[in-house]
């Protein structure tokens, strides 16, 4: 990945196999360089003592290791985690919270850590898109909606790094008139949600807005969810602001998006999950399958960072995985198929 080598390193020093794979893992997935993985005899025999920002240190039994602190304090400077949690079975959802507890740790001694999409970046996405595309035809068994029509289904998109150009890409190879709305959930620094929005606007019909306070969300719109504070929906279904920050260490928390939208819309909810950084989502993403809602992922060679889609589809709660061109042609199926069903059904009870 760009960039990456400009990223913290940490040291990894566990008795315990399974738990540096997992703790190697987990720190890969916010762009952190391992420079050392090792049990403490390994490292106590190592020529040059590793060049670390942090160490994780996590034993199961420190008495069995007592020379192992000395020599730490000895050979570095850099700040030492002890008595980390053991790492659960990937893809549970307490994996993921132990992933994000972790997080919270590296992040009280490296700083913020989640890549975003900087503002060159999206200028750089607009300049790539100067030539409108042809925007495909809407197929003959699906009835445009109603302009101005409220959403009865609606599809919450997630990214962060690397999201908004799989999300204009897929935005952009979506006919004009399907009947559903969008609600779109990307981490970003706040400061770029105006480049954000002219950006991932410019060539689709499905254009970005903010969100205003009782809102429904139309068919055709793209509600972009702002980072500062977190919205929900009322009994009605239209947005409200409330006066708390997203939970998590990041907003909009993708996770509590999706829980507080399929909180009204329960199975005509919908989610997919573009590229991006960390696990944001996978707490949620296996609920709303629960209700019966579809979860799809961008598939990971097309992603400028994999990490946000493949911690989804590690639950085992996925439906479809696509590039943004496949998963865009996957929901006019979907709705076609779907328009097919309601017709059959209504032709049945006449």
Known sequence: MAGQSSRPRVGIVSDVVLQRHRLQAATAKFGLEVCFSGDPDRLQGYPAFPDASLWLVTLEDEADHPVLFDHLLENTEAPVLFGLDEAPKPGCTEYFRWERRLLGKLEQQLGHLEELDSEATLEQLAEETLTPLASPDLPHWISPAVPGSVAEEVWILGASLGGPAAVKTFLDHLP???????????????????????????????KLKRPDEGYRVKNGDVVLMPVEHEWKLNEQGALTETSSDWPGPYGPSIDQVLLNVADHYGPRCHAILFSGMGNDGAIAAPLLKAYGSRIWVQESASCGNSSMPDSVAATGCTGFCGTPEQLARELVKTIEESCLLKGRQKRDSA
């Open 176 to 206: 004009a008139g399907l009947p559903v709305g969008f609600i779109y959930a990307q981490h970003i620094d706040g400061n770029f949600t105006e480049v954000l929005t002219r950006v991932l606007g410019r060539h689709a019909h499905y």
